[in-house]
C-alpha cells in the first residue's frame, strides 16, 4: 500500500508530500491544477517513462520519493531478495532523480537499480488505470493476463506447459539445423577428418609444450651453467689456490667442539655448526652429480626447438596449450561420430521431436479446458459487474480459438460484445465506445480486485470521463467496492464518486512571485462538503448545494458500509 508520495519539482509541483490512507483516496480539483501531473509522478517510481522536460521551469532537477507498505506481498518480497534489496521491516523506499543534464538515478531502499527493474517491482505496488489504458483492453497479451490470472490453478498449468514447449522447440530447432547442414556435411566431415589426423600425427603429450620449455631453457644456457656449477664446487670443495668452504667449516667444527670441554656456553653452538656441515655437504653432493650430468647438445636443441615449433603451430590453429588441443580433437571426434551415424541421429531427432511436440500438445490441450472453465466464470462476473454499472443488456464473451503451439498455449483469445439486446456479440475493439469501454474496464478491476492477481494499490485516472447521472452513481458504488478491498487513488471530477472518499484531498493552483505551482491538503468534513457541492453545482456552494452534498456524503458512508459487511 502507497503510504507517502513526496515530490519535488515536478512540472507544477514544486514541493508536495501527502500521505495516502486504505480505502478510496480522492483527488479533486480545477481542471489543469495538476492532478494528472501527480498521477505521473507517481508513474516515474514505478518505472514509467522520465523526461527531463517535466523539470519545473528553473530548476536543474526534480525528485519523487514513495514510500510502501508491502507487508504480506510474497511474490515482491521474492523479487526484492533475487536483486539483494533488504525488506526486512515491510516497508519499501522508491526514490527517483533526474537532473536537467539526463542524469537518472533509482534508488529502492537505498540500492541502485535499473529502470527495467524498477518497472519489474513496480507491477507489484500498483495498478495504474486511466482513460489511456482502456485501449490495451483490446490487445490479446492482455485479454490472456486477464483470463489467466483469474484462476489460480492456470498458471501452474501454463508453467507445465512451458516447459514441454521449452523442450519441444529445443528439440525442433536441433532437428531444423541437422537438416540444414545435411548438404554441407561431405565437405565439413572431410575437414574435421584432416585436422583430427594433423592432431593425431603430432603424438601430444599432456604438458609436453612446458616441458619443452623447460629443457630448451636450459641448453639454451648450458655454458653459463657450466661456469657456475664449476665455481660452485670449488667454492665447496676447494681447489689448486683454496682448501673450500667444506673444509673450513671442517675445521670450525673441531674448534667448536675442543671449546665445549672448557665451557658449556659452546653446548648449543656445536649442534647448529655440525647441522650446517651436513647441509654444505648435501648442497655439495647436488653440485658434483649435476655437474657430471651437464652436456651441450647442439643437435638435441635443434631437435627440441623443432618440436616447440611445430606445437607452435597447432596453437595457432587449435588452442593455446596442448591440452586445449587435445580437447579440440576429443570434441571434432564427437562430431565425426556424428557426421557417421548422421541417419541414425536423424532418426533419433526426429522421434524426440514428435514425442516432446506430442507432449506439449498434451499439456496445451489440458491447459485449454481449464482456460475455457474460467473463460465462462470471468464472462458471467465481468457481466454482472456491467450490469450494476447501468448495462443492463450487455453481453461480453471471452471466446478461445485453436491455435498453432506458441509460448502460451495452443490458444487465440477474444473478447467479444454487445451493449444492446438483440445485437450479436462482436469483437470489443469494433463495438465498444469510449464511455463503455470505461465500464467495462472498471468491471474488469472490480472483479480482479477480489482476487490476488493485481497490486495492493490501484489507480483510476478520470476512469469516469464522459458518464453522468445514474451511470455516473453506479460507477462510483463500484470505485468504493473496489476501495473496500484495495488501496484505490481516484481523481475525478464527479461529485458521485468525490462523496465516496475515505479520505478527500483538493490540488489547487496559484502564482507567486510570477510562478505557478500546486499545492494539495487533505480537506476535512466542511470543506470536503463545500467541495462537493462546487462539483455538483459548478459554482460556488450554496445553502441548498452543501445540504445536499451532506446529504451525498452521508448516503455514501452508508453505502460504503453495506460493502465492508460483506
Not at 112 to 141: K, S
Not at 244 to 249: C, D, M, T
Not at 332 to 347: K, R, V
Request: aromatic letters at 4%.
Amino acid at each position: 500500500m502507497l503510504k507517502t508520495l513526496t515530490v519535488w519539482n515536478f512540472a507544477l509541483l514544486e514541493h508536495v508530500e501527502i500521505n495516502f490512507d486504505a480505502g478510496l483516496n480522492i483527488l479533486t480539483g480545477e481542471t489543469g491544477a495538476g492532478k494528472s501531473i501527480l498521477i505521473d509522478a507517481l508513474g516515474a517510481v514505478l518505472g514509467h517513462r522520465l523526461s527531463a522536460d517535466v523539470i519545473r521551469t528553473g530548476c536543474d532537477w526534480l525528485r519523487v520519493e514513495a514510500i510502501f507498505d508491502i507487508a504480506g506481498e510474497t511474490r515482491l518480497h521474492e523479487l526484492l531478495a533475487e536483486q539483494a534489496i533488504d525488506d526486512e521491516d515491510d516497508a519499501l523506499i522508491v526514490t527517483r532523480q533526474i537532473t536537467a543534464k539526463g542524469k537518472n538515478v533509482i534508488l529502492v531502499n537505498g540500492c541502485h537499480v535499473t529502470a527495467a527493474t524498477l518497472r519489474a517491482i513496480g507491477e507489484f505496488l500498483v495498478d495504474v488505470h486511466g482513460q489511456h489504458e482502456n485501449l490495451a483492453l483490446v490487445r490479446a497479451q492482455n485479454q490472456f493476463a486477464l483470463l489467466d490470472g483469474s484462476d489460480a490453478e492456470i498458471p501452474k498449468l501454463r508453467a507445465s506447459y512451458a516447459e514441454a514447449y521449452r523442450a519441444w522447440k529445443e528439440a525442433a530447432d536441433k532437428l531444423a539445423e541437422m537438416k540444414s547442414s545435411a548438404g554441407t556435411s561431405a565437405d565439413r566431415l572431410d575437414m574435421l577428418k584432416w585436422q583430427s589426423k594433423e592432431i593425431a600425427d603430432a603424438e601430444l603429450r599432456p604438458q609436453e609444450d612446458e616441458e619443452l620449455e623447460a629443457e630448451i631453457h636450459r641448453l639454451s644456457n648450458a655454458e653459463r651453467i657450466t661456469e657456475n656449477v664449476g665455481e660452485a664446487s670449488a667454492l665447496l670443495g676447494g681447489g689448486a689456490e683454496s682448501e673450500g668452504i667444506l673444509a673450513e667449516i671442517g675445521e670450525l667444527q673441531r674448534r667448536i667442539e675442543a671449546l665445549g670441554q672448557f665451557d658449556t656456553a659452546f653446548d648449543e653452538a656445536a649442534p647448529m655448526v655440525e647441522d650446517a656441515v651436513c647441509q654444505l655437504k648435501e648442497v655439495f653432493y647436488t653440485v658434483q652429480n649435476y655437474m657430471d650430468g651437464v652436456e651441450f647438445d647442439p643437435k638435441r636443441l635443434d631437435e627440441l626447438q623443432a618440436r616447440m615449433s611445430a606445437i607452435d603451430k597447432l596453437k595457432r590453429k587449435y588452442g593455446s596449450t596442448v591440452e586445449e588441443i587435445l580437447a579440440y580433437r576429443g570434441k571434432i571426434e564427437a562430431e565425426i561420430e556424428g557426421f557417421e551415424n548422421f541417419d541414425e541421429t536423424l532418426t533419433a531427432l526426429e522421434a524426440k521431436s514428435a514425442e516432446t511436440r506430442a507432449e506439449a500438445e498434451r499439456r496445451a490441450a489440458v491447459l485449454t479446458e481449464k482456460r475455457k472453465k474460467a473463460a465462462k466464470a470471468l464472462s458471467d462476473a465481468i457481466v454482472s459487474e456491467l450490469v450494476a454499472l447501468g448495462m443492463p443488456d450487455a453481453r461480453l464473451i471471452v471466446t478461445l480459438s485453436p491455435a498453432e503451439l506458441s509460448a502460451r498455449g495452443a490458444d487465440e483469445i477474444e473478447l467479444l460484445f454487445s451493449a444492446n439486446a438483440g445485437e450479436a456479440e462482436r469483437p470489443l475493439s469494433k463495438v465498444a465506445s469510449g464511455g463503455e469501454l470505461s465500464r467495462i474496464a472498471l468491471a474488469i478491476k472490480s472483479v480482479a480486485a477480489a482476487g490476488d492477481s493485481i497490486a495492493q494499490s490501484m489507480v483510476f485516472d478520470e476512469i469516469d470521463t464522459g458518464i453522468g447521472g445514474r451511470t455516473a452513481q453506479m460507477v462510483a458504488e463500484r470505485i468504493a467496492r473496489v476501495a473496500a478491498l484495495r488501496q484505490v487513488l481516484c481523481i475525478t471530477h464527479l461529485p458521485q464518486i468525490a462523496c465516496m472518499a475515505d479520505v478527500h484531498y483538493y490540488l489547487e493552483k496559484s502564482t507567486k512571485g510570477g510562478a505557478t505551482a500546486t499545492t494539495v491538503r487533505q480537506l476535512p468534513p466542511k470543506e470536503r462538503a463545500r467541495e462537493i457541492a462546487r462539483m455538483a453545482s459548478g459554482a460556488d456552494a450554496t445553502a441548498a448545494s452543501l445540504e445536499n452534498a451532506k446529504e451525498m456524503i452521508a448516503r455514501a458512508a452508508e453505502t460504503k458500509k453495506s460493502f465492508r459487511k460483506k
